[in-house]
């Protein structure tokens, strides 16, 4: 589905991302892990378009990306979410779901202004998606609450609740369980996996090694802007580099 090819950013003197290359295949959940400043937020925000590469390719279903503005790459089927959440204050909880799926809309700006009954149809059909992408993570209660009113585990969950109302067919996961507990973060690892049954690809930026080993089907390290290794997680726990660079010497692979 994805494929990265010698990709480079740099800000300044400051290589951000420095010659990575990786697929990831339809179907899969995929992880990328490494410590603090090894690229990898920097790494989402080129493959969603928020920043241009400075060199290299991104290929969506072997379609050059680069040059995309990022609602385009929505359009496309890539949807995310964020390190430090980013929801729109001031809207309530359904409404802030809907402009997730807003991304698909076909209406046009003129039916919206009139409005005409095309695009009266289109809201109905965007509110009744972004509802049922609510009750998909049990949080349908929240529909009418104001997003500023919420605690975090909650705006984490609108946010990906946001992110799958634009209908992606691959879904960018930027530390998804920050600032979650240990019942919270399990559950999420079930939700990450039914959300792949649902024929979404994800690829899933974490520091929570416990989530990452158990869901993910492949890991790629990052390490200082370059990769360091790329392999099936049982692997990844026993690589000497990974362990040296991230894991530590004190990390204890699963049995």
């Known amino acids: 589905?994805?494929?990265?090819?010698?990709?480079?950013?740099?800000?300044?003197?400051?290589?951000?991302?420095?010659?990575?290359?990786f697929t990831v295949a339809t179907g899969c959940i995929k992880g990328v892990i490494g410590?603090?400043?090894?690229?990898?937020s920097t790494l989402f925000n080129l493959i969603a378009c928020n920043t241009p590469l400075s060199s290299g390719s991104i290929r969506l279903h072997g379609r050059e990306i680069q040059g995309l503005k990022a609602h385009q790459t929505a359009a496309l089927g890539i949807a995310r979410t964020f390190q430090n959440i980013k929801l729109f204050?001031?809207?309530?909880?359904l409404e802030c779901v809907m402009v997730g799926a807003h991304t698909r809309g076909q209406a046009g700006f003129l039916a919206g202004m009139l409005p005409l009954p095309k695009h009266r149809r289109e809201e109905a059909a965007i509110r009744d998606k972004s509802m049922a992408c609510l009750e998909f993570l049990n949080i349908a209660d929240l529909a009418h609450i104001p997003t500023d009113a919420l605690a975090f585990g909650?705006?984490?969950?609108?946010?990906?609740?946001?992110?799958?109302?634009?209908?992606?067919?691959?879904?960018l996961l930027d530390?998804?369980?920050?600032g979650l507990n240990i019942y919270e973060t399990a559950e999420l690892g079930r939700l990450i996996t039914t959300i792949r049954e649902q024929n979404i690809t994800v690829l899933l930026v974490e520091h929570d090694m416990s989530l990452v080993m158990d869901i993910c089907d492949e890991i790629v390290v990052?390490?200082?802007?370059?990769?360091?290794?790329e392999d099936v997680p049982t692997?990844?726990?026993r690589n000497p580099e990974v362990i040296a660079a991230y894991l530590g010497e004190d990390y204890e692979p699963a049995r």
């Open 35 to 40: 410590p603090n400043g090894a690229g990898k």
């Open 175 to 178: 530390e998804p369980a920050a």
């Open 154 to 171: 909650q705006q984490r969950a609108v946010e990906l609740a946001r992110a799958l109302a634009a209908d992606p067919q691959l879904l």
């Open 222 to 229: 990052l390490s200082s802007g370059r990769k360091l290794a």
């Open 89 to 93: 204050t001031g809207m309530k909880v």
């Open 235 to 237: 692997n990844i726990q």
């Open 1 to 21: 589905m994805l494929e990265l090819h010698k990709v480079h950013k740099h800000f300044g003197g400051l290589q951000a991302v420095d010659n990575v290359s």
